[in-house]
């Protein structure tokens, strides 16, 4: 069994005082801080000076151009996520370790819209983050690539078009190796990006954990596949059993009848927020792991914002009190991307025109990075090659109900 370790107490004067307390996650950080690398930051600056010329005479920073280039200022540049590279030739995204993509879709909407512009207000608060988090020592600009392959083109007011674009777009970017980061679009985009990646799952399977307040279970409502709908279609591929699927954080006053019914009828896995708080985070966790991974091969991550009590996420579509804490979802995410291996993320559900200061917005932003961090930390960030289940050639998905 190995000790404890300790670090002398600063408030000491005297040695002879000093006593021996707990390593606190602070001082780790600190000293791992001295670990990373800063070859990613001084090849942006170098790339800052050649691209935006140098800076005025009068600035005493030589590492500041004249056109901004990079991450700073942060009110400044185009807003891609996190300011990585907007790569418009989508054909190199295998070249990048972590693809982020825009779905701008709201047509699966059935009652707020406005999360077309999900994407928009993510990036744009992203550019308030620095890629390096303190606790978890990570600097992700150092430790991977990231590209911004930009927005799937969807069709307004056309669901099935829609979905069929993002299939073909999600399947591209799952085949080249790059992890792809999926920023919503209302949850009817569940469906077609997880269609997308059972296109390149040949004979292997994938396990879903899905965070939210709502099961999105039913087949169909208001006569169509909309944002309440796409667990039932993507539990109908033989890639993706009902069996695997886990839903945390379920409850409230807004989980329809119908869909509860196929829940029981398909024996998927449900945990509400009193199930996770009385159970505790970690057997939460396990009960997740247990469940998404019997007998698959990976599993894709599904976050809907709205998991999160209300009062802290109120841009979405539907807010519901009494959900998660910030602390308690990221706890949760974090655990399960470290110990499961994760093929894909996807955020949705974050509305800005119903968002105040950004704060939903940013909470998607927190996961996204959160999750990138976590898949470096466990080692699946950056992939030395594809993983064993990503099938080269694409197939058509096969439905089992």
């Not at 602070?26 to 140098?54: C, D, F, H, I």
């Not at 790059?178 to 990006?193: K, M, R, V």
């Amino acid at each position: 069994m190995t000790e404890e370790p300790t670090f002398q107490n600063p408030n000491s004067h005297s040695s002879n005082n000093s006593q021996p307390i707990r390593a606190t996650e602070a001082s780790r950080a600190l000293e791992r801080e001295a670990q990373l690398p800063m070859t990613g930051w001084q090849q942006e600056v170098s790339k800052g000076l050649e691209y935006g010329l140098e800076g005025a005479d009068s600035i005493q920073d030589r590492s500041i151009p004249t056109f901004s280039r990079g991450e700073l200022p942060h009110y400044a540049g185009i807003n891609t996520f996190l300011k990585a590279p907007y790569l418009e030739d989508v054909r190199q995204v295998g070249n990048y370790d972590v693809a982020v993509v825009g779905v701008p879709h709201d047509s699966g909407t059935t009652y707020r819209p406005g999360t077309r512009f999900g994407p928009q207000g993510i990036r744009r608060i992203s550019a308030l983050y620095s890629p390096y988090n303190f606790e978890l020592g990570v600097d992700l600009r150092e430790q991977i690539t990231i590209c911004d392959a930009g927005d799937i083109f969807t069709i307004p007011a056309n669901n099935e078009k829609s979905f069929d674009q993002i299939s073909k777009g999600i399947a591209h970017i799952f085949s080249s190796g790059a992890f792809p980061i999926i920023l919503g679009g209302d949850h009817s985009i569940g469906y077609p990006t997880v269609r997308g990646i059972c296109r390149h799952l040949g004979d292997k399977k994938v396990g879903i954990i899905h965070f939210d307040r709502h099961v999105d279970t039913q087949e169909t409502d208001l006569d169509e596949r909309m944002h309440t709908c796409p667990w039932f279609h993507a539990t109908n591929i033989k890639n993706a059993p009902p069996q695997n699927l886990v839903q945390l954080g379920i409850g409230g006053w807004q989980v329809p009848r119908q869909g509860v019914k196929v829940c029981r009828e398909r024996a998927t896995n449900i945990l509400t927020v009193t199930d996770i708080t009385e159970m505790g985070l970690d057997a939460a966790v396990e009960f997740a792991l247990e469940r998404a991974l019997d007998g698959t091969d990976c599993v894709y991550i599904s976050f809907d914002i709205d998991c999160i009590d209300a009062g802290f996420v109120p841009g979405t579509g539907w807010p519901e009190p009494g959900g998660l804490l910030p602390r308690e979802a990221l706890y949760l995410l974090g655990k399960i991307v470290q110990r499961a291996p994760v093929c894909g993320l996807e955020v949705v559900e974050v509305s800005p025109p119903y968002d105040i200061s950004d704060i939903t917005a940013l909470m998607a932003t927190r996961v996204i990075c959160d999750t990138m961090a976590h898949l470096v930390l466990s080692g699946q960030l950056p992939r030395k090659e594809k993983p064993y289940y990503i099938h080269p050639e694409a197939q058509p998905e096969l439905v089992v109900r």
